[in-house]
């Protein structure tokens, strides 16, 4: 045999490691070390997914969350303030080149620009004030009303409207301003009768849950203190016995 191909029966194969041998330490676990880093990648990319995930959520769930049941607004449960949608259509309706341009609505206020054109004239909103009593002081002295209600102006651009004693009207001038008597016209242009109206929903709705909760009504008394009616013996007379009875009809 050739002397090179004897010198090739000695050399080691491929790695550095003569058949029959184990392979070092170091180069063993490197066989593992490219599954391991993916399997470490991929479960970081599926934790920042669900964190991805979860943020996504809450972020379209934000926005209804005054739709959602239970919950409290200033203390107050939420199902006894009136929704901002129930006050959209109770706005005045605007005028031949005026546009009415819905800009906030929550639970408890509902808000719009009255635009001519690209210009916003005033600001129109209506707010429960279940939820801020103290914003009811201001008409306890006013000297003014509109259709029955309290009426106040609010600085020189602000007229203000209490209807029973709950929902605030208001009117704000943007821009260059509007007079009081115009102020005044678009408060008249609410639907103030219909925002009246919903006092009364809003206590029908609360009155119907509360009977709802009480027990049925219990035509017997029950439990282990109710007595039943005590019975006057004087009231039953006892019969007599037969033999008795014979012996007079015989007489």
């Given at each position: 045999?050739?002397a090179?191909?004897v010198a090739?029966?000695?050399?080691?194969?491929?790695?550095g490691?003569?058949?029959?041998?184990?392979?070092?330490?170091?180069l063993?676990?490197?066989?593992?070390?490219?599954?391991l880093?993916?399997?470490?990648?991929?479960?970081?990319?599926?934790?920042?997914?669900?964190?991805?995930?979860?943020?996504?959520g809450?972020?379209?769930v934000?926005?209804?969350?005054?739709?959602?049941?239970?919950?409290?607004?200033a203390?107050?449960?939420?199902?006894?303030?009136?929704?901002g949608?129930a006050?959209n259509?109770?706005?005045p309706?605007?005028?031949?080149?005026?546009?009415?341009?819905?800009?906030?609505?929550k639970?408890?206020?509902?808000?719009?620009?009255?635009k001519q054109?690209?210009?916003?004239?005033?600001?129109?909103?209506?707010s429960?004030?279940?939820t801020?009593?103290?914003?009811r002081?201001?008409?306890?002295?006013?000297?003014?009303?509109?259709?029955?209600?309290?009426?106040?102006?609010?600085g020189?651009?602000a007229?203000?409207l209490?209807?029973?004693?709950?929902?605030?009207?208001?009117?704000?001038g943007?821009?260059?301003?509007?007079?009081?008597?115009?102020?005044?016209?678009?408060?008249?242009?609410?639907?103030?009768?219909?925002?009246?109206?919903?006092?009364?929903?809003?206590l029908?709705?609360?009155q119907t849950?509360?009977?709802?909760?009480?027990?049925?009504?219990?035509?017997?008394?029950s439990?282990?203190?109710?007595?039943?009616?005590?019975l006057d013996?004087s009231?039953?007379?006892?019969p007599e016995?037969?033999?008795?009875r014979?012996?007079?009809?015989?007489r």
């Amino acid at each position: 045999m050739p002397a090179a191909a004897v010198a090739n029966d000695h050399q080691p194969p491929c790695g550095g490691v003569q058949p029959g041998k184990l392979r070092p330490p170091w180069l063993r676990i490197g066989q593992f070390a490219a599954p391991l880093s993916m399997n470490r990648l991929l479960r970081w990319g599926l934790g920042l997914a669900l964190i991805a995930l979860v943020l996504v959520g809450a972020f379209l769930v934000l926005p209804f969350r005054s739709f959602l049941p239970g919950g409290t607004i200033a203390d107050v449960p939420t199902s006894a303030v009136v929704n901002g949608t129930a006050f959209n259509r109770l706005f005045p309706s605007p005028q031949l080149g005026e546009s009415l341009v819905f800009t906030q609505e929550k639970r408890g206020f509902s808000e719009a620009r009255l635009k001519q054109g690209d210009q916003t004239v005033a600001l129109l909103a209506i707010s429960d004030t279940t939820t801020a009593p103290e914003a009811r002081d201001k008409f306890s002295e006013a000297s003014e009303r509109l259709q029955g209600w309290p009426l106040v102006e609010q600085g020189a651009q602000a007229s203000a409207l209490l209807v029973v004693d709950r929902f605030q009207v208001k009117v704000i001038g943007q821009g260059p301003g509007l007079a009081v008597d115009q102020r005044h016209d678009l408060l008249a242009g609410f639907d103030l009768k219909g925002l009246a109206a919903l006092q009364s929903k809003q206590l029908s709705k609360q009155q119907t849950k509360q009977l709802s909760k009480q027990p049925a009504d219990q035509s017997l008394p029950s439990g282990p203190s109710a007595a039943l009616p005590s019975l006057d013996p004087s009231q039953f007379t006892t019969p007599e016995p037969m033999a008795q009875r014979e012996a007079e009809t015989v007489r």
